[in-house]
């Protein structure tokens, strides 16, 4: 989507690009020979001419296309964002989104953000770290996960592979004796890592889940040999120097290396990275109880009680969700946590009298903190370092956030929403590369070109009904469609991190050799074979969750075994699938494909003011930008209709607030499964997926936000003016017998 994610890395693939094509032109001048002098001798139609012309061709072609669709699938999944391990692959040195020091400022404070931003070559650091631990080489022949997974044509991906088999072959060599420990907690650490960075339905989480529970158990009992020793279980005041200061407890280890933690320091941030994974895997429960375990050890540790409070929030625990952000607020005078701040906005957006001084509580902490961010953030300008400068951008944006909600939700007074809201674009826009509007009109220009009426093969894919897909743009009620979906007991709603997805651009790579190297029956048989691979991880990955759920028991409402039969269908809702309709339909031609469709100008309007995760959703903070992405999503949505009518079931937004009983009913019977009445109850169910929409949801249908942007009309003439003629959506909901 934008040049400075993609750019790059399409290169190769236009390299590669060229020498298939001449491959495939020089296959296909052999076919046509061969063709001329079949003419000459019978009648027979040229049919695997055909399918070079019409399908390995385009296929071939759309490697162009492939690496401009995949930097922007990131921007969907974990609202918790990383940066990358360095040599230890420690919480220390891989902390959240923070700014420093706002109050009674510490210079330490910059040396954390210093070694936060660094950016190594990962490949490098690990075989240099590796090789010092023992001194071997790393020849170890350890088995890898082979599945199909990520954008495996990237380097990324495949440095993150090597890496994984390295650590692993580490790991297995540490068992059973004193290097066990701190082997396993770093491969966890980068197995968590690259499901952060590789969005592919959480291939590694439950590696990572296992790995940390192993290190867990011997650091317990190392624990429990100290203490029945009477050896020291923490490092003592004055035995760490803490890069910054004002902390006590274990936060003092927060920023050390695991090599440098004490026991209780190293089991805190183990269970707090474990408790990251089950959120990660929408285990949200599990999560708050590992959060709950380091805490058992340092009640006042701030980085699990902010995600233990990013957890409740999700499960709808606005009072206790409250409480913890409240704490890290007062705890956390450096601000390096400022996580609390966005959470906590959240939280009273959703429930003001969660914490008892409601907003006036967050506002007067903003008030004041904000000129001394400011002015920090000068000075960071000053010193001509970037890592410095994008954390200072981070927490003026989420600050003016904040205020934007609270002026939007508390006061109503539009005026000092719209500054807000137009100062947080700003620093969001003001690290990221502008807007590239030719760029983007040119992937779809692509897209249709080789997506036409004759390229889908006859007979290609899968005839299983299982997956669901829904797709639209962000912002259009896809999650509350996914919800409506999840309340009936056979069907499963897998979140945002979409198996699909992740496997794309292992599907493509599969299917254009197929197309271009076999025959059309090999194409036949390998399509479905990874439209199989894909239905069966969507099982696996439900399997998994389902086991883990079991013991969420004790924070829920009504301590009990939740039980249902298994699934027959998965919603996999991954919204920029709305571009990849063409090969859903190759894999999956009888799969439902549901696109909801909400009133433009509410749609565009609240991907305006939502803050979403760094990546290709940044230009949603731009008028420009915003209107193209829409633009685009527009005139793909009409080439689909086009090239596939009828393939596409629409759903209006609207219809579903406004018309659930009737809606509904239709829905279930489109996915082809009976009628439960409990779907209409979809927001009392207790399941959790995290999402940006997950708190609205909770509260059930509600049609109040409809027209909101009409509140901020007068300040939006020149996004109207840019939207052009696509301010009019004229789409009917197109659900059989609705």
């Given at each position: ?9 399409s290169?190769?693939s236009?390299?590669?690009?060229i020498?298939?094509t001449a491959?495939?032109?020089?296959k296909t001048?052999?076919?046509t ?14 049919t695997w001419l ?5 399908f ?5 072609l ?28 420690d919480e220390?040195v ?8 706002i109050?009674?400022?510490?210079e330490g ?8 931003s ?13 090789n ?12 890898s996960?082979?599945k199909?997974?990520g ?6 991906y495949?440095?993150?592979e090597?890496?994984?088999i390295?650590?692993r072959?580490?790991y297995e060599e540490?068992?059973n ?5 701190l082997?396993a907690i770093?491969?966890?650490?980068y197995?968590?890592y690259?499901?952060?960075?590789i969005?592919d339905?959480?291939?590694?989480q439950?590696d990572a889940?296992k790995?940390?529970?192993r290190?867990?158990e ?32 274990l ?6 290396d695991?090599?440098s933690?004490s026991t209780e320091?190293?089991l ?10 089950f959120?990660m895997?929408n ?10 375990a380091?805490l058992?050890?340092?009640p ?6 902010t ?11 606005f009072?206790e969700?409250?409480?913890d952000?409240k704490l890290v607020?007062?705890l956390?005078?450096n ?14 957006t ?6 008892t001084e409601g907003?006036?509580y967050l506002?007067?902490i903003?008030?004041q903190?904000?000129?001394r961010?400011?002015e920090?953030?000068?000075n960071?300008?000053?010193?001509n370092?970037?890592?410095?400068v ?10 003016h ?10 006061t109503?007074?539009?005026?000092a929403?719209?500054?807000h809201l137009?100062?947080?674009n700003?620093?969001k ?22 997506f036409?009426?004759?390229f889908?093969p ?8 299982t997956?669901i ?8 009620g896809s999650?509350l469609l996914e919800?409506?979906?999840?309340s ?9 991190d ?5 496997r ?15 025959s ?6 390998k399509v ?8 069966s991880?969507?099982k696996s ?7 883990n759920?079991?013991?969420?028991s ?8 939740i039980t ?8 996999d ?10 090969f859903i339909?190759m ?9 909801v469709?909400r009133?433009?100008?509410d749609?565009i309007f609240?991907?305006f003011?939502?803050?979403?995760p760094?990546g290709?959703?940044?230009?949603t903070a731009?008028f ?7 633009h ?9 209709d086009?090239v596939l009518p ?10 579903m607030?406004?018309?659930l009983p009737?809606?509904?009913?239709k829905i279930?019977?489109?996915v082809?499964?009976?009628w ?16 940006l929409s997950?708190t ?8 109040h936000?409809f ?7 007068e300040?939006l003439?020149p996004?109207?003016?840019l939207?052009?003629?696509e ?5 009917k909901?197109t659900?059989?017998g609705?």
């Amino acid at each position: 989507m934008a040049r400075n994610n993609g750019a790059a890395a399409s290169q190769p693939s236009r390299t590669h690009l060229i020498s298939s094509t001449a491959m495939l032109k020089a296959k296909t001048n052999g076919v046509t020979r061969q063709e001329s002098n079949w003419s000459q001798s019978s009648p027979r139609p040229s049919t695997w001419l055909i399918f070079l012309f019409h399908f390995a061709l385009p296929m071939t072609l759309l490697l162009i296309v492939s690496n401009v669709v995949d930097d922007i699938y990131g921007a969907f999944t974990s609202l918790v964002a990383e940066s990358t391990p360095l040599v230890h692959y420690d919480e220390a040195v891989k902390p959240p989104t923070t700014f420093p020091s706002i109050s009674n400022y510490e210079e330490g404070s910059n040396s954390v953000i210093d070694q936060q931003s660094k950016r190594r070559s990962q490949d490098n650091i690990l075989k240099q770290q590796l090789n010092k631990h023992d001194g071997t080489n790393n020849n170890n022949k350890v088995k890898s996960n082979n599945k199909g997974t990520g954008p495996q044509s990237s380097p990324l991906y495949k440095d993150m592979e090597t890496n994984i088999i390295m650590l692993r072959s580490k790991y297995e060599e540490s068992r059973n004796t004193p290097s066990e420990i701190l082997a396993a907690i770093r491969y966890a650490d980068y197995l968590k890592y690259r499901d952060t960075t590789i969005h592919d339905g959480g291939t590694y989480q439950m590696d990572a889940i296992k790995v940390y529970s192993r290190a867990i158990e011997l650091l317990q009992d190392e624990y429990r040999q100290k203490i029945d020793n009477g050896e020291e279980v923490r490092l003592s005041e004055g035995a760490t120097s803490s890069p910054v200061v004002g902390y006590s407890g274990l936060n003092r280890e927060m920023f050390l290396d695991y090599d440098s933690k004490s026991t209780e320091g190293r089991l805190c941030a183990t269970y707090t990275s474990l408790g990251k994974v089950f959120f990660m895997s929408n285990m949200f429960g599990r999560a708050v109880q590992s959060y709950d375990a380091c805490l058992s050890y340092d009640p006042y540790y701030l980085d699990a009680l902010t995600s233990r409070a990013q957890a409740l929030l999700i499960l709808g625990k606005f009072n206790e969700a409250g409480t913890d952000y409240k704490l890290v607020l007062e705890l956390d005078t450096n601000r390096l946590f400022v996580d609390a701040v966005t959470g906590l906005s959240k939280v009273l957006t959703a429930k003001e009298d969660a914490i008892t001084e409601g907003w006036d509580y967050l506002v007067n902490i903003l008030e004041q903190d904000l000129p001394r961010l400011k002015e920090t953030y000068e000075n960071a300008k000053l010193s001509n370092n970037d890592g410095r400068v994008k954390h200072y951008v981070d927490g003026l944006k989420r600050v003016h956030h904040a205020m934007f909600a609270y002026h939007d939700v508390k006061t109503k007074n539009a005026s000092a929403a719209w500054e807000h809201l137009l100062k947080g674009n700003m620093y969001k826009l003001s690290t990221v590369a502008p807007f590239d509007a030719a760029f983007e009109k040119d992937r779809v220009r692509r897209l249709k070109q080789v997506f036409t009426p004759n390229f889908f093969p006859k007979g290609v894919g899968s005839q299983t009904r299982t997956p669901i897909f829904i797709i639209g743009f962000v912002r259009s009620g896809s999650t509350l469609l996914e919800r409506i979906l999840d309340s009936h007991p056979l069907i499963v709603g897998t979140g945002e991190d979409s198996v699909f997805n992740g496997r794309l651009d292992f599907i493509r790579n599969e299917i254009v050799q197929a197309s271009t190297t076999g025959s059309a029956n090999d194409l036949q048989i390998k399509v479905k074979q990874l439209a199989d691979d894909v239905v069966s991880d969507m099982k696996s990955r439900w399997e998994v969750i389902e086991d883990n759920m079991h013991d969420e028991s004790e924070i829920s409402d009504k301590p009990s075994k939740i039980t249902r039969p298994n699934p027959t269908r998965f919603a996999d809702k991954m919204l920029t699938n709305y571009m990849n309709v063409g090969f859903i339909h190759m894999l999956f031609p009888n799969a439902l494909i549901l696109h909801v469709a909400r009133e433009p100008m509410d749609t565009i309007f609240s991907a305006f003011k939502h803050d979403f995760p760094p990546g290709g959703l940044d230009y949603t903070a731009d008028f420009a930008g915003l209107a193209q992405l829409y633009h685009s999503y527009r005139e793909v949505m009409r080439h689909w209709d086009a090239v596939l009518p009828g393939r596409v079931t629409h759903i209006r937004y609207e219809d579903m607030v406004t018309d659930l009983p009737n809606v509904a009913p239709k829905i279930i019977d489109a996915v082809g499964v009976p009628w439960d009445p409990t779907v209409l109850d979809f927001h009392k169910k207790k399941q959790a997926v995290n999402t940006l929409s997950t708190t609205q949801v909770r509260k059930g249908l509600y049609s109040h936000h409809f027209k909101e942007w009409k509140r901020y009309e007068e300040y939006l003439h020149p996004l109207l003016d840019l939207v052009g003629s696509e301010v009019e959506y004229d789409l009917k909901t197109t659900l059989p017998g609705y």
